[in-house]
């Protein structure tokens, strides 16, 4: 069994309210939510001394609901309060919960109902000034979008002032990670019981800030597999394919790589480099002779023409090249585990939906952005354009991987990988910076050394994306990359994880 260190973990809302339920029948009343509290405040005290000194005389704001959420932010404030904050709630829903609320008017806390005028006009006054806003407007019961005065007051909120969201930001979809209408972004948000999809799943992860885990003793109730997971530094370590004293370079996986064109000689390059440098044994390369002299130019370690492999990579800056295309075709009917990207994608799709499925889902990994996606669904009879992929990734991703029976890995800025079955993994490792010209070939490249050494491609995707996010970080420093710079930054991000991953078995 996996330790619960090497994962952050995401559970459905009906998941969460299950496994809430026994625990709710144990504890006295309120006491999960005591526990939930307490952890609220620490957090918020904490980012108060951070940010000015100390929490006596600073300005807090709560937004509260008529939930949970609201409760957690009454009893918090109550703790904030007495702390020599000055906390005001103002009430947003048709009700409060009763205890909190009692709490905090005993604390000393100022409670303002914000749905009529004049208490709007007061609130939107106070958050001018207000150093830390709280949000406790809504949870997982509530409704995709912020309406009314939720609205209102969540655009007044100053960008000067720290947000934290109570479980998760108010206003998004807690299981799908979109956006419907407006919501209220974090600085931070902390998490009760178990993290909720959104807050790892895009577009939705990208407003929820960093992410604070409290758990209050639900996990014995939850399900054994998450829907919803992120590998963290011991999870890749965990699984990364280290060679054995006895081994070859045979053993160490053999990698096909069909990829570059005369247009995009580059693109084989990027690939071959990011398998290299990932670790795989041997890269036997197929293409264009032109593409060839270039890739051995660069990576002279690599064997061109045709020979006996372990996996493919396949379609890398591809364009129409018969040899090629037979190649990718012969490839995908071979059953050996594939990572299938750009050129080689709509091949893929034309095999797999038309009932030739040579390799299991686990041993094919499709890399495509949200164009490709969007051109993929077209191919099968579903046309989305890429702004709607954009809009919903987890949904479009889940159903590729399930029309075409594989693995999908849809990049961007949160990078997920998709099974037929609905799993999802979710990564988001790298800088902005990494967005740029064949960076995505680097990825291909390192997902298939990963796929070579008998990794599967949910494992693969996901670990490749954590290594390549972080390699780019490594050679950012805060600035400009190239994609050859993540290739060589790689091999040391993998060497910084193994190194972890030694010292916690020695200790």
Request: with cysteine.
């Amino acid at each position: 069994m996996r330790s619960v260190d090497e994962v952050l973990a995401a559970f459905c809302a009906d998941d969460i309210r299950a496994a809430e339920l026994p625990v709710l029948a144990r504890l006295p009343e309120g006491g999960l939510m005591d526990r939930a509290a307490a952890a609220l405040n620490s957090v918020c005290a904490r980012i108060l001394r951070e940010n000015s000194g100390g929490v006596y005389g600073r300005r807090v704001v709560m937004l509260v609901g008529s939930g949970n959420n609201g409760g957690d932010a009454l009893l918090a404030g109550a703790h904030l309060q007495r702390g020599g904050a000055q906390v005001t709630a103002a009430m947003v829903g048709g009700h409060a919960y009763e205890r909190g609320l009692r709490a905090f008017v005993g604390a000393g806390g100022r409670v303002i109902d914000a749905r009529e005028p004049a208490g709007e006009d007061r609130v939107s006054r106070l958050l001018e000034r207000a150093e830390l806003v709280l949000d406790g407007i809504v949870g997982i019961s509530g409704r995709p979008g912020l309406s009314g005065v939720s609205k209102r007051l969540a655009a007044a909120v100053p960008r000067a002032a720290t947000v934290v969201a109570v479980d998760m930001p108010s206003g998004l979809d807690p299981d799908t990670g979109e956006i419907h209408g407006d919501c209220l972004a974090a600085d931070v948000t902390v998490s009760f019981g178990t993290l909720k999809p959104c807050l790892l799943l895009p577009p939705a992860a990208h407003v929820a800030g960093r992410l604070v885990h409290v758990p209050v003793g639900i996990d014995e109730g939850l399900p054994s597999r998450p829907y919803v997971r992120r590998l963290t530094d011991a999870g890749v370590a965990a699984r990364w394919p280290v060679p054995n004293h006895a081994g070859h370079k045979y053993t160490r996986g053999v990698l096909g790589v069909v990829a570059g064109s005369d247009a995009y000689p580059g693109a084989a390059v990027l690939a071959v480099l990011g398998a290299q440098r990932a670790g795989v044994g041997i890269v036997r390369f197929i293409g264009p002779r032109q593409v060839t002299d270039h890739v051995l130019r660069a990576v002279p370690e690599a064997v061109p023409g045709k020979g006996r492999v372990q996996a493919w990579l396949l379609g890398s800056g591809v364009e129409s090249d018969t040899d090629q295309d037979e190649a990718i075709d012969q490839a995908l009917a071979s059953g050996l585990p594939c990572v299938v990207d750009a050129g080689g994608l709509a091949a893929c799709v034309r095999q797999r939906s038309g009932g030739v499925r040579a390799a299991e889902a686990d041993t094919v990994l499709l890399t495509p952005h949200a164009g490709e996606v969007s051109r993929m669904l077209g191919q099968l009879g579903t046309p989305v354009p890429r702004s709607e992929v954009e809009a919903r990734p987890a949904f479009y991703a889940t159903l590729l991987a399930k029309q075409v029976d594989a693995t999908v890995l849809l990049k961007g800025p949160t990078t997920l990988v998709a099974s037929p079955e609905g799993w999802l993994s979710s990564q988001n490792d790298g800088p902005s910076w990494l967005a740029t010209a064949g960076t995505g070939d680097v990825l291909a490249g390192i997902a298939g050394a990963l796929m070579a050494q008998g990794v599967g491609a949910m494992d693969a995707g996901a670990m490749a994306a954590f290594v390549h996010g972080r390699a780019g970080a490594r050679a950012s420093a805060g600035g400009p990359i190239a994609a050859g710079d993540v290739a060589a930054a790689t091999p040391a991000v993998i060497a910084g994880l193994l190194t972890g991953r030694s010292s916690r078995t020695d200790g």
